[in-house]
């Protein structure tokens, strides 16, 4: 599939040994994969193109996925013993979580019942209807607590998109970026995708992972073709991001 002489690449070519930071895979705990069959399904996609390692990252959202440790554990253990039972032992996951900031996220953080990434980093997002008044708060609490705060997929908040700068504010206090994979092309639509390659360009990005809830959003992944200059932003992304989290 690779020619290395194209104008254009395709992303997939570039993910063999990448680790999946942020993904949906877990069964049965948020609106990703609904049962173990789909969580299989999800992994042995990802597996034919090389991609192996995963942190599993479920929501953590009051009044819709009210996850803790426990629960996400539980789920965890369920599909370890189902990638024995499928011969599928090669692949090593491993859990956090995505945190929404909201009303009762910085009560979970002073319980400690938080699920950071690799110990000290720690997902976060936002609603996709308009921004958490608590944002800046909870990042500072975050901060202040040794973690290192991750924002989820900053290309898909449209309410940002007409004020760049709030990324550059994001940077300087601080905030690590994801970039959501599929945002690199129109899956989301041509205007995240614009922002999306922005980041790239301008250096804001600091992670990038697949986001991916169901089997369709990988048959999307496996359709996306990046120019020259593109592929150049997002290679360093790709490293740093295996790098950080082997």
């Given at each position: 599939m690779f020619n290395f002489f194209s104008k254009k690449h395709f992303l997939i070519d570039h993910l063999e040994g990448f680790i999946d930071i942020h993904n949906h895979i877990l069964p049965g705990i948020d609106d990703g994969a609904k049962t173990v069959e789909d969580s299989i399904e999800l992994i042995k996609g990802f597996n034919e193109f090389g991609v192996k390692d995963f942190i599993c990252t479920p929501h953590i959202m009051e009044n819709y996925y009210p996850n803790t440790p426990t629960t996400i554990q539980s789920s965890l253990s369920l599909l370890k013993n189902a990638l024995k039972m499928n011969n599928l032992e090669h692949i090593n996951i491993d859990a956090a979580a995505e945190h929404m900031i909201d009303s009762g996220f910085e009560s979970i953080l002073s319980e400690n019942n938080v699920m950071p990434l690799s110990k000290n980093y720690l997902l976060i997002e936002m609603s996709y209807l308009q921004a958490s008044i608590n944002f800046d708060s909870a990042v500072q609490k975050i901060k202040s607590s040794g973690l290192f705060p991750i924002f989820a997929h900053p290309e898909r908040y449209l309410y940002f998109h007409h004020n760049k700068n709030n990324y550059h504010l994001f940077k300087s206090n601080g905030l690590l970026m994801q970039l959501n994979l599929l945002s690199l092309s129109d899956y989301y639509g041509s205007e995240v995708q614009?922002?999306?390659?922005?980041?790239?360009?301008?250096?804001?990005?600091?992670?990038?992972?697949?986001?991916?809830?169901?089997?369709?959003?990988?048959?999307?992944?496996?359709?996306?073709?990046?120019?020259?200059?593109?592929?150049?932003?997002?290679?360093?992304?790709?490293?740093?991001?295996?790098?950080?989290?082997?």
């Open positions: 614009k922002v999306a390659k922005w980041l790239l360009k301008n250096n804001l990005i600091d992670f990038a992972a697949s986001d991916v809830h169901k089997l369709s959003q990988i048959e999307y992944l496996k359709k996306i073709r990046l120019d020259v200059q593109s592929f150049e932003y997002l290679k360093p992304i790709l490293f740093k991001t295996s790098y950080n989290f082997i």
